[in-house]
Nanobody, 133 residues
């Protein structure tokens, strides 16, 4: 049984930066790891995703939602033990609870499926991010 643990979050001013971190452990060693976010009154939406394995013919990422392209970066750390979401040039509408999610199927880490919430089996507890002016 895999587990997802996330850390980071907090408050930042408009234009500032913040980094969230996530670790998926147990079960497979290769995961599709994604960050989702949910603002009050809205649906949970995919932000970015990365595949931690190698050799998947389905993977052409990392992937980003249009709203965060050029501002957010998802990457593994050098030890390949954590997935970080670096957020820069933050805007008020980036305010949300951010969730790390993982699934053990490389097939789903593709352009067609990475945004599908229901395909992720393992979820972190959520981290609040607040961007204020």
């Amino acid at each position: 049984q895999a587990q997802v643990q996330q850390s980071g979050g907090g408050s930042v001013q408009t234009g500032g930066s913040l980094t969230l971190s996530c670790a998926a452990s147990g079960g497979n060693t290769d995961y599709c790891v994604a960050w989702f976010r949910q603002a009050p009154g809205t649906q949970r939406e995919a932000v970015a995703a990365i595949y931690t394995g190698t050799g998947s013919r389905y993977y052409s990422g990392p992937y980003y939602a249009d709203l965060v392209k050029g501002r957010f970066t998802i990457a593994e750390d050098n030890a390949k033990s954590r997935i970080n979401l670096q957020m820069k040039s933050m805007k008020h509408n980036d305010t949300a609870t951010y969730y790390c999610a993982a699934n053990g199927m490389g097939y789903y880490c593709s352009g067609a499926y990475w945004t599908a919430r229901d395909l992720y089996n393992y979820w972190g507890q959520g981290s609040q991010v607040t961007v204020s002016s």
